[in-house]
């Protein structure tokens, strides 16, 4: 999980966003099985002017494990705050909770939710003061030296979006080897897991 910054909540979305998300939620509400579509905005699909944007945020990468590049099949936008939950409903098209994600994320995260789960673009994450990533085996665990609050909120995210993954560990494995063995040298944004070049 790699710190990036949100930029501004593009025009297409500033002034409709609430009105998409009353209309999903009316919609849920009177008929709990409806499936939320993007709305279509000049004959496209909202998720399709998004894409570039949230893409350009993190340089092109995975927003949660920071997977890169992301094939097109995992070009895809997540709902932090999950739209099956009620309670989040009039967020299903509001900017800050839009988040790009692979293929793994996507499919370990569905629809869960923890208060404690880290954001990614939040003004006091940082990889360092949550985690702590182990060179020897490449899994990722909680800093020890971090608050317990921060411990925990640390576990929930790992847990959530399973990030000791067997793939996602071998990938970060190859991605580090790749790094300091065999192009050393090269930009830092070309390569997947950027936390672990640091």
């Known amino acids: 999980m790699n710190r990036f910054t949100r930029t501004v909540c593009p025009a297409i979305l500033s002034e409709k966003w609430e009105e998409w998300g009353n209309r999903y939620s009316s919609n849920r509400v009177r008929n709990p099985g409806f499936s939320f579509q993007w709305p279509e905005v000049n004959g496209k699909p909202l998720n399709q002017w998004l894409l570039p944007d949230l893409l350009a945020m993190t340089q092109h990468h995975c927003s949660y494990c920071d997977g890169y590049p992301l094939r097109l099949a995992d070009k895809t936008i997540d709902h932090f705050r999950p739209k099956s939950n009620p309670e989040f409903y009039g967020e299903v098209c509001k900017w800050e909770n839009l988040y790009v994600s692979c293929g793994h994320c996507q499919k370990a995260k569905m629809e869960e939710y923890h208060s404690g789960l880290l954001r990614p673009d939040a003004s006091d994450y940082d990889f360092f003061r949550y985690f702590v990533y182990n060179y020897t085996d490449h899994t990722i665990h909680p800093n ?55």
């Open 144 to 198: 020890p030296l971090a608050v317990i609050a921060d411990q925990e909120r640390a576990e929930v995210t790992i847990e959530i979006l399973h990030l000791n993954e067997s793939g996602l560990v071998e990938a970060r494995r190859m991605e580090y080897n790749r790094f300091f063995v065999s192009n050393p040298g090269l930009l830092p944004e070309i390569y997947s897991f950027r936390f672990i070049l640091i």
